[in-house]
Nanobody
Framework: QVQLVESGGGLVQAGGSLRLSCAASGRTFSNFAMAWFRQAAGKERDFVAAISVRGVLTDYADYADSVKGRFTISRDNAENTVYLQMNSLKPEDTAVYYC????????????????WGQGTQVTVSS
């Protein structure tokens, strides 16, 4: 089992920044690909960003087109934590953000992930 706990959400004005954190426990964190998804009210859960196992390979992260150039995913295997740095936030970024883990290569698909956090709310005001 892997337990995931997100933090760092909140209310921010458009153009501002937030950094989300996801602390993992229970298994060897470095063996898991990690991802962030988000779910706006009344909508499906969508892929945001993913990072490969260990995060040391080139070209090891993927992003949704809607956040490319604004969001950065990173991981600290010593701290068992994955981060999502969100810059130039827009009102359409408002959603509950979820951290997810899978013991395989990174993926865009919600169904590929085995472990999920409880989510953290991000609200961007215009």
């Amino acid at each position: 089992q892997v337990q995931l706990v997100e933090s760092g959400g909140g209310l921010v004005q458009a153009g501002g920044s937030l950094r989300l954190s996801c602390a993992a426990s229970g298994r060897t964190f470095s063996n898991f690909a990690m991802a962030w998804f988000r779910q706006a009210a009344g909508k499906e859960r969508d892929f945001v960003a993913a990072i490969s196992v260990r995060g040391v390979l080139t070209d090891y992260a993927d992003y949704a087109d809607s956040v490319k150039g604004r969001f950065t995913i990173s991981r600290d295997n010593a701290e068992n934590t994955v981060y999502l740095q969100m810059n130039s936030l827009k009102p359409e970024d408002t959603a509950v953000y979820y951290c997810a883990a899978r013991k395989s290569s990174r993926s865009y698909a919600t169904s590929d992930y085995d472990y999920w956090g409880q989510g953290t709310q991000v609200t961007v005001s215009s």
